[in-house]
């Protein structure tokens, strides 16, 4: 340090840097040697050279860094020159900085222990604290599960008790417990159902806490050992329950059922009430209406129609049931969770049907099952007809038993039997021969075909009230176009071959009724394709009808349903052209037939010196058929024969 010490200081003003020409610095050192490397802290030396030397030589490496070497020693010299003077005095400024520091250090140590001490009786403070409070909270559980079992046992006391009252409730007055009930409700002269009937609700009651106790109990021997206890009492309940529910139904005691079914309630029993009205009130009703028997309703020639058996049991309902569906749907009762129109009325009735006119859910007599279908539908409708809120709807239509009464009708196989018959006699009448219909079937129609009488026929069978279920109604729109299509289909094929192949055995089975028929039928054709047209046109009535049967849709499905069969018939209107090119050709065709003597003329001639004395008669036999069908002879249809003949 000494040696460092006799270096002289620094100039007080350092030179300048050099710069180049263009008075740029001059960099100190090449661009390869960054002195920043070493600064870093994963600085590697073995790497750094390893690095280098593949393009700096050794000796060039060497040079910059015993010149870097050189440079901060020149530097650390020249710190220590520039504070020399203070570094000097520092050990003079140090004295008595030890006996300072071990003044300082027993206070510090003594605050330390102190602190610790603290720490330590802040720890046992908070264990036994928390010990404390985990004491407090277990003798609060056990406590509560105390007070638990206590009320689970007094519960299924004050059970037994009152149910063992039930019988004598009303002559009993020495039981306090049991007159302080409801001494409001129970005036004097009530009956014993109504006693009882309110003595079951509070039993009711009682039963749901006792309920709710055990929920919060379980697993435990207490509650197991009070089993057996519970179970008696339940029963009891049911059984008395029961008895008092079906004596209140049978003499219609409207305070009776209310007090039963706010106890059914209570105890989340809800199937045994409707259960037990579908049996005692509903289900002898039902069986007067419908046999329960098949082999006697056979033996009896019953029908499977339903409409007079729905007839008789709307009134069995309205007379019978109404009651009892007004109880429940009182308003701010509690009673909404009940279901009789679904879990006993319907359910009954499905039941008996399927006993008693099993073949009413039959499909295979399509005539039949639409009437029982529809008639169904409109019991729906009446039993729905006493729901008080479109959410009462809902649930009733969301009920097991309305799912099941649903899925009998099959509607589907229906469909595909309505299919069968309509589309099936259309395609037979396509295939006879071209023939007028009589004077009865196209009478007050402007149709004279069998073939376009039978697509009209059809395409308002489709939508006939006898025929036409409104929930398929897609698919019998689906079948009237695809009517449509066929009797298209049927005549641009034979005109096709008329046209192609005139007579041809290649010809397709549909079009042989176009090969040899005379030009009267196709006059027939003309007609009826544009009687047809009219029909089916927006101002026909068939859309009208249809749009009639569907105006409870939205006006875009209307709007979509004209705009189908419209589409439907342009293929039927782009026909008229070719049934008038066919019919030219048929008249040309037998024109043509006198013209094949023509060569007889020139051989008379050149064999005989004969002169013609008179016109000659193929002349008036080209222009025969012109004449015979007179129809023909406008502008149009005269030019095109014109040309042919030329």
Not at 214 to 233: C, D, T, W, Y
Not at 271 to 286: D, G, K, M, N
Not at 326 to 345: K, M, P, T, Y
Not at 623 to 639: A, G, I, Q, R, T
């Amino acid at each position: 340090m000494a040696d460092l010490a006799v270096a002289s200081p620094p100039p007080a003003h350092a030179p300048a840097p050099a710069t180049d020409l263009f008075g740029e610095p001059i960099e100190a050192h090449p661009p390869w040697f960054k002195p920043d490397s070493f600064l870093r802290a994963d600085f590697d030396p073995d790497a750094y050279v390893a690095e280098l030397r593949s393009y700096v030589p050794l000796e060039s490496l060497a040079a910059e860094l015993r010149a870097h070497l050189a440079a901060l020693r020149a530097e650390l010299v020249g710190l220590i020159n520039r504070d020399y003077a203070d570094f000097v005095g520092l050990s003079a400024r140090l004295k008595g900085v030890d006996a300072a520091a071990a003044r300082m250090r027993a206070p510090l140590a003594d605050l330390r222990d102190k602190v610790a001490g603290f720490r330590a009786g802040a720890a046992a403070a908070l264990a036994a604290l928390r010990a404390g409070l985990e004491q407090r909270a277990a003798a609060t559980a056990a406590r509560e599960l105390l007070e638990l079992l206590l009320d689970t046992s007094h519960v299924v006391s004050k059970v037994e008790k009152l149910i063992k009252e039930l019988p004598s409730a009303p002559s009993d007055s020495s039981n306090a417990e049991v007159q302080s009930i409801d001494t409001q409700n129970v005036e004097a002269g009530t009956g014993v159902r109504e006693t009882q009937s309110i003595l079951l609700e509070r039993i009711a009651s009682e039963m749901n806490r006792l309920k709710f106790y055990i929920s919060h109990a379980q697993n435990l021997p207490f509650i197991e050992n009070m089993e057996k206890r519970v179970q008696g009492a339940t029963k009891l309940l049911d059984g008395s329950l029961e008895r008092c529910f079906v004596d209140g139904l049978e003499h219609r005691d409207a305070k009776v059922i209310y007090n039963c079914l706010r106890a059914y309630a209570a105890i989340d029993n809800t199937s045994s009430a409707e259960e037990l009205f579908r049996a005692t009130v509903v289900s002898p009703l039902i069986q007067k209406i419908v046999p329960q028997n098949y082999a006697k309703a056979v033996a009896g020639a019953s029908s499977d129609g339903l409409e007079d058996d729905y007839e008789q049991i709307k009134q069995c309902v309205e007379k019978d049931c109404k009651f009892i569906l007004e109880i429940s749907s009182s308003a701010n009762s509690g009673l909404h969770v009940f279901d009789f129109l679904g879990n006993s009325i319907l359910k009954e009735v499905l039941s008996a049907i399927q006993k008693g006119k099993p073949g009413a859910f039959s499909p295979g007599k399509p005539k039949e099952f639409l009437k029982n279908y529809k008639a169904s539908l409109g019991f729906l409708d009446f039993l729905e007809g006493y729901c008080q809120s479109k959410s009462a709807v809902i649930k009733f239509r969301s009920e097991p038993a309305y799912t099941d009464f649903m899925r009998q009708w099959n509607v589907g196989v229906y469909f595909s039997l309505r299919f069968q018959e309509i589309a099936g006699g259309l395609d037979s009448t396509l295939t006879n021969t071209i023939s007028p219909a009589g004077m009865n079937e196209a009478q007050g129609k402007p149709l004279l075909l069998k073939q376009s009488l039978k697509l009209l026929e059809s395409l308002q069978t489709c939508w006939s009230d006898e025929v036409l279920v409104f929930s398929h109604c897609d698919k019998f729109l689906r079948l009237s176009l695809q009517l449509i299509s066929r009797y298209t289909t049927w005549l641009s094929s034979g005109l096709s071959a008329r046209k192609a192949s005139d007579g041809s055995p290649n010809s397709p089975a549909d079009a042989e009724w176009a090969l040899s028929i005379p030009i009267d039928d196709f006059i027939y054709i003309m007609h009826d394709v544009h009687a047809v047209i009219g029909e089916l046109s927006e101002s026909g009535s068939f859309i009208g009808h249809v749009n009639q049967l569907l105006a409870s849709c939205p006006i875009e499905v209307l709007n979509l349903v004209k705009q189908s069969i419209l589409q439907a018939v342009e293929p039927l209107k782009e026909l008229l052209p070719s049934i008038m090119n066919v019919m030219i050709g048929i008249i040309v065709k037998k024109s043509n037939e006198d013209l094949k003597h023509l060569k007889g003329i020139t051989a008379t001639y050149r064999l005989t010196n004969k002169l013609a004395v008179r016109h000659s008669p193929y002349v008036s036999g080209i222009l025969h058929p012109l004449k015979v069908n007179d129809f023909l002879f406008y502008p149009s249809c005269f030019m095109i024969f014109s040309f042919d003949l030329n």
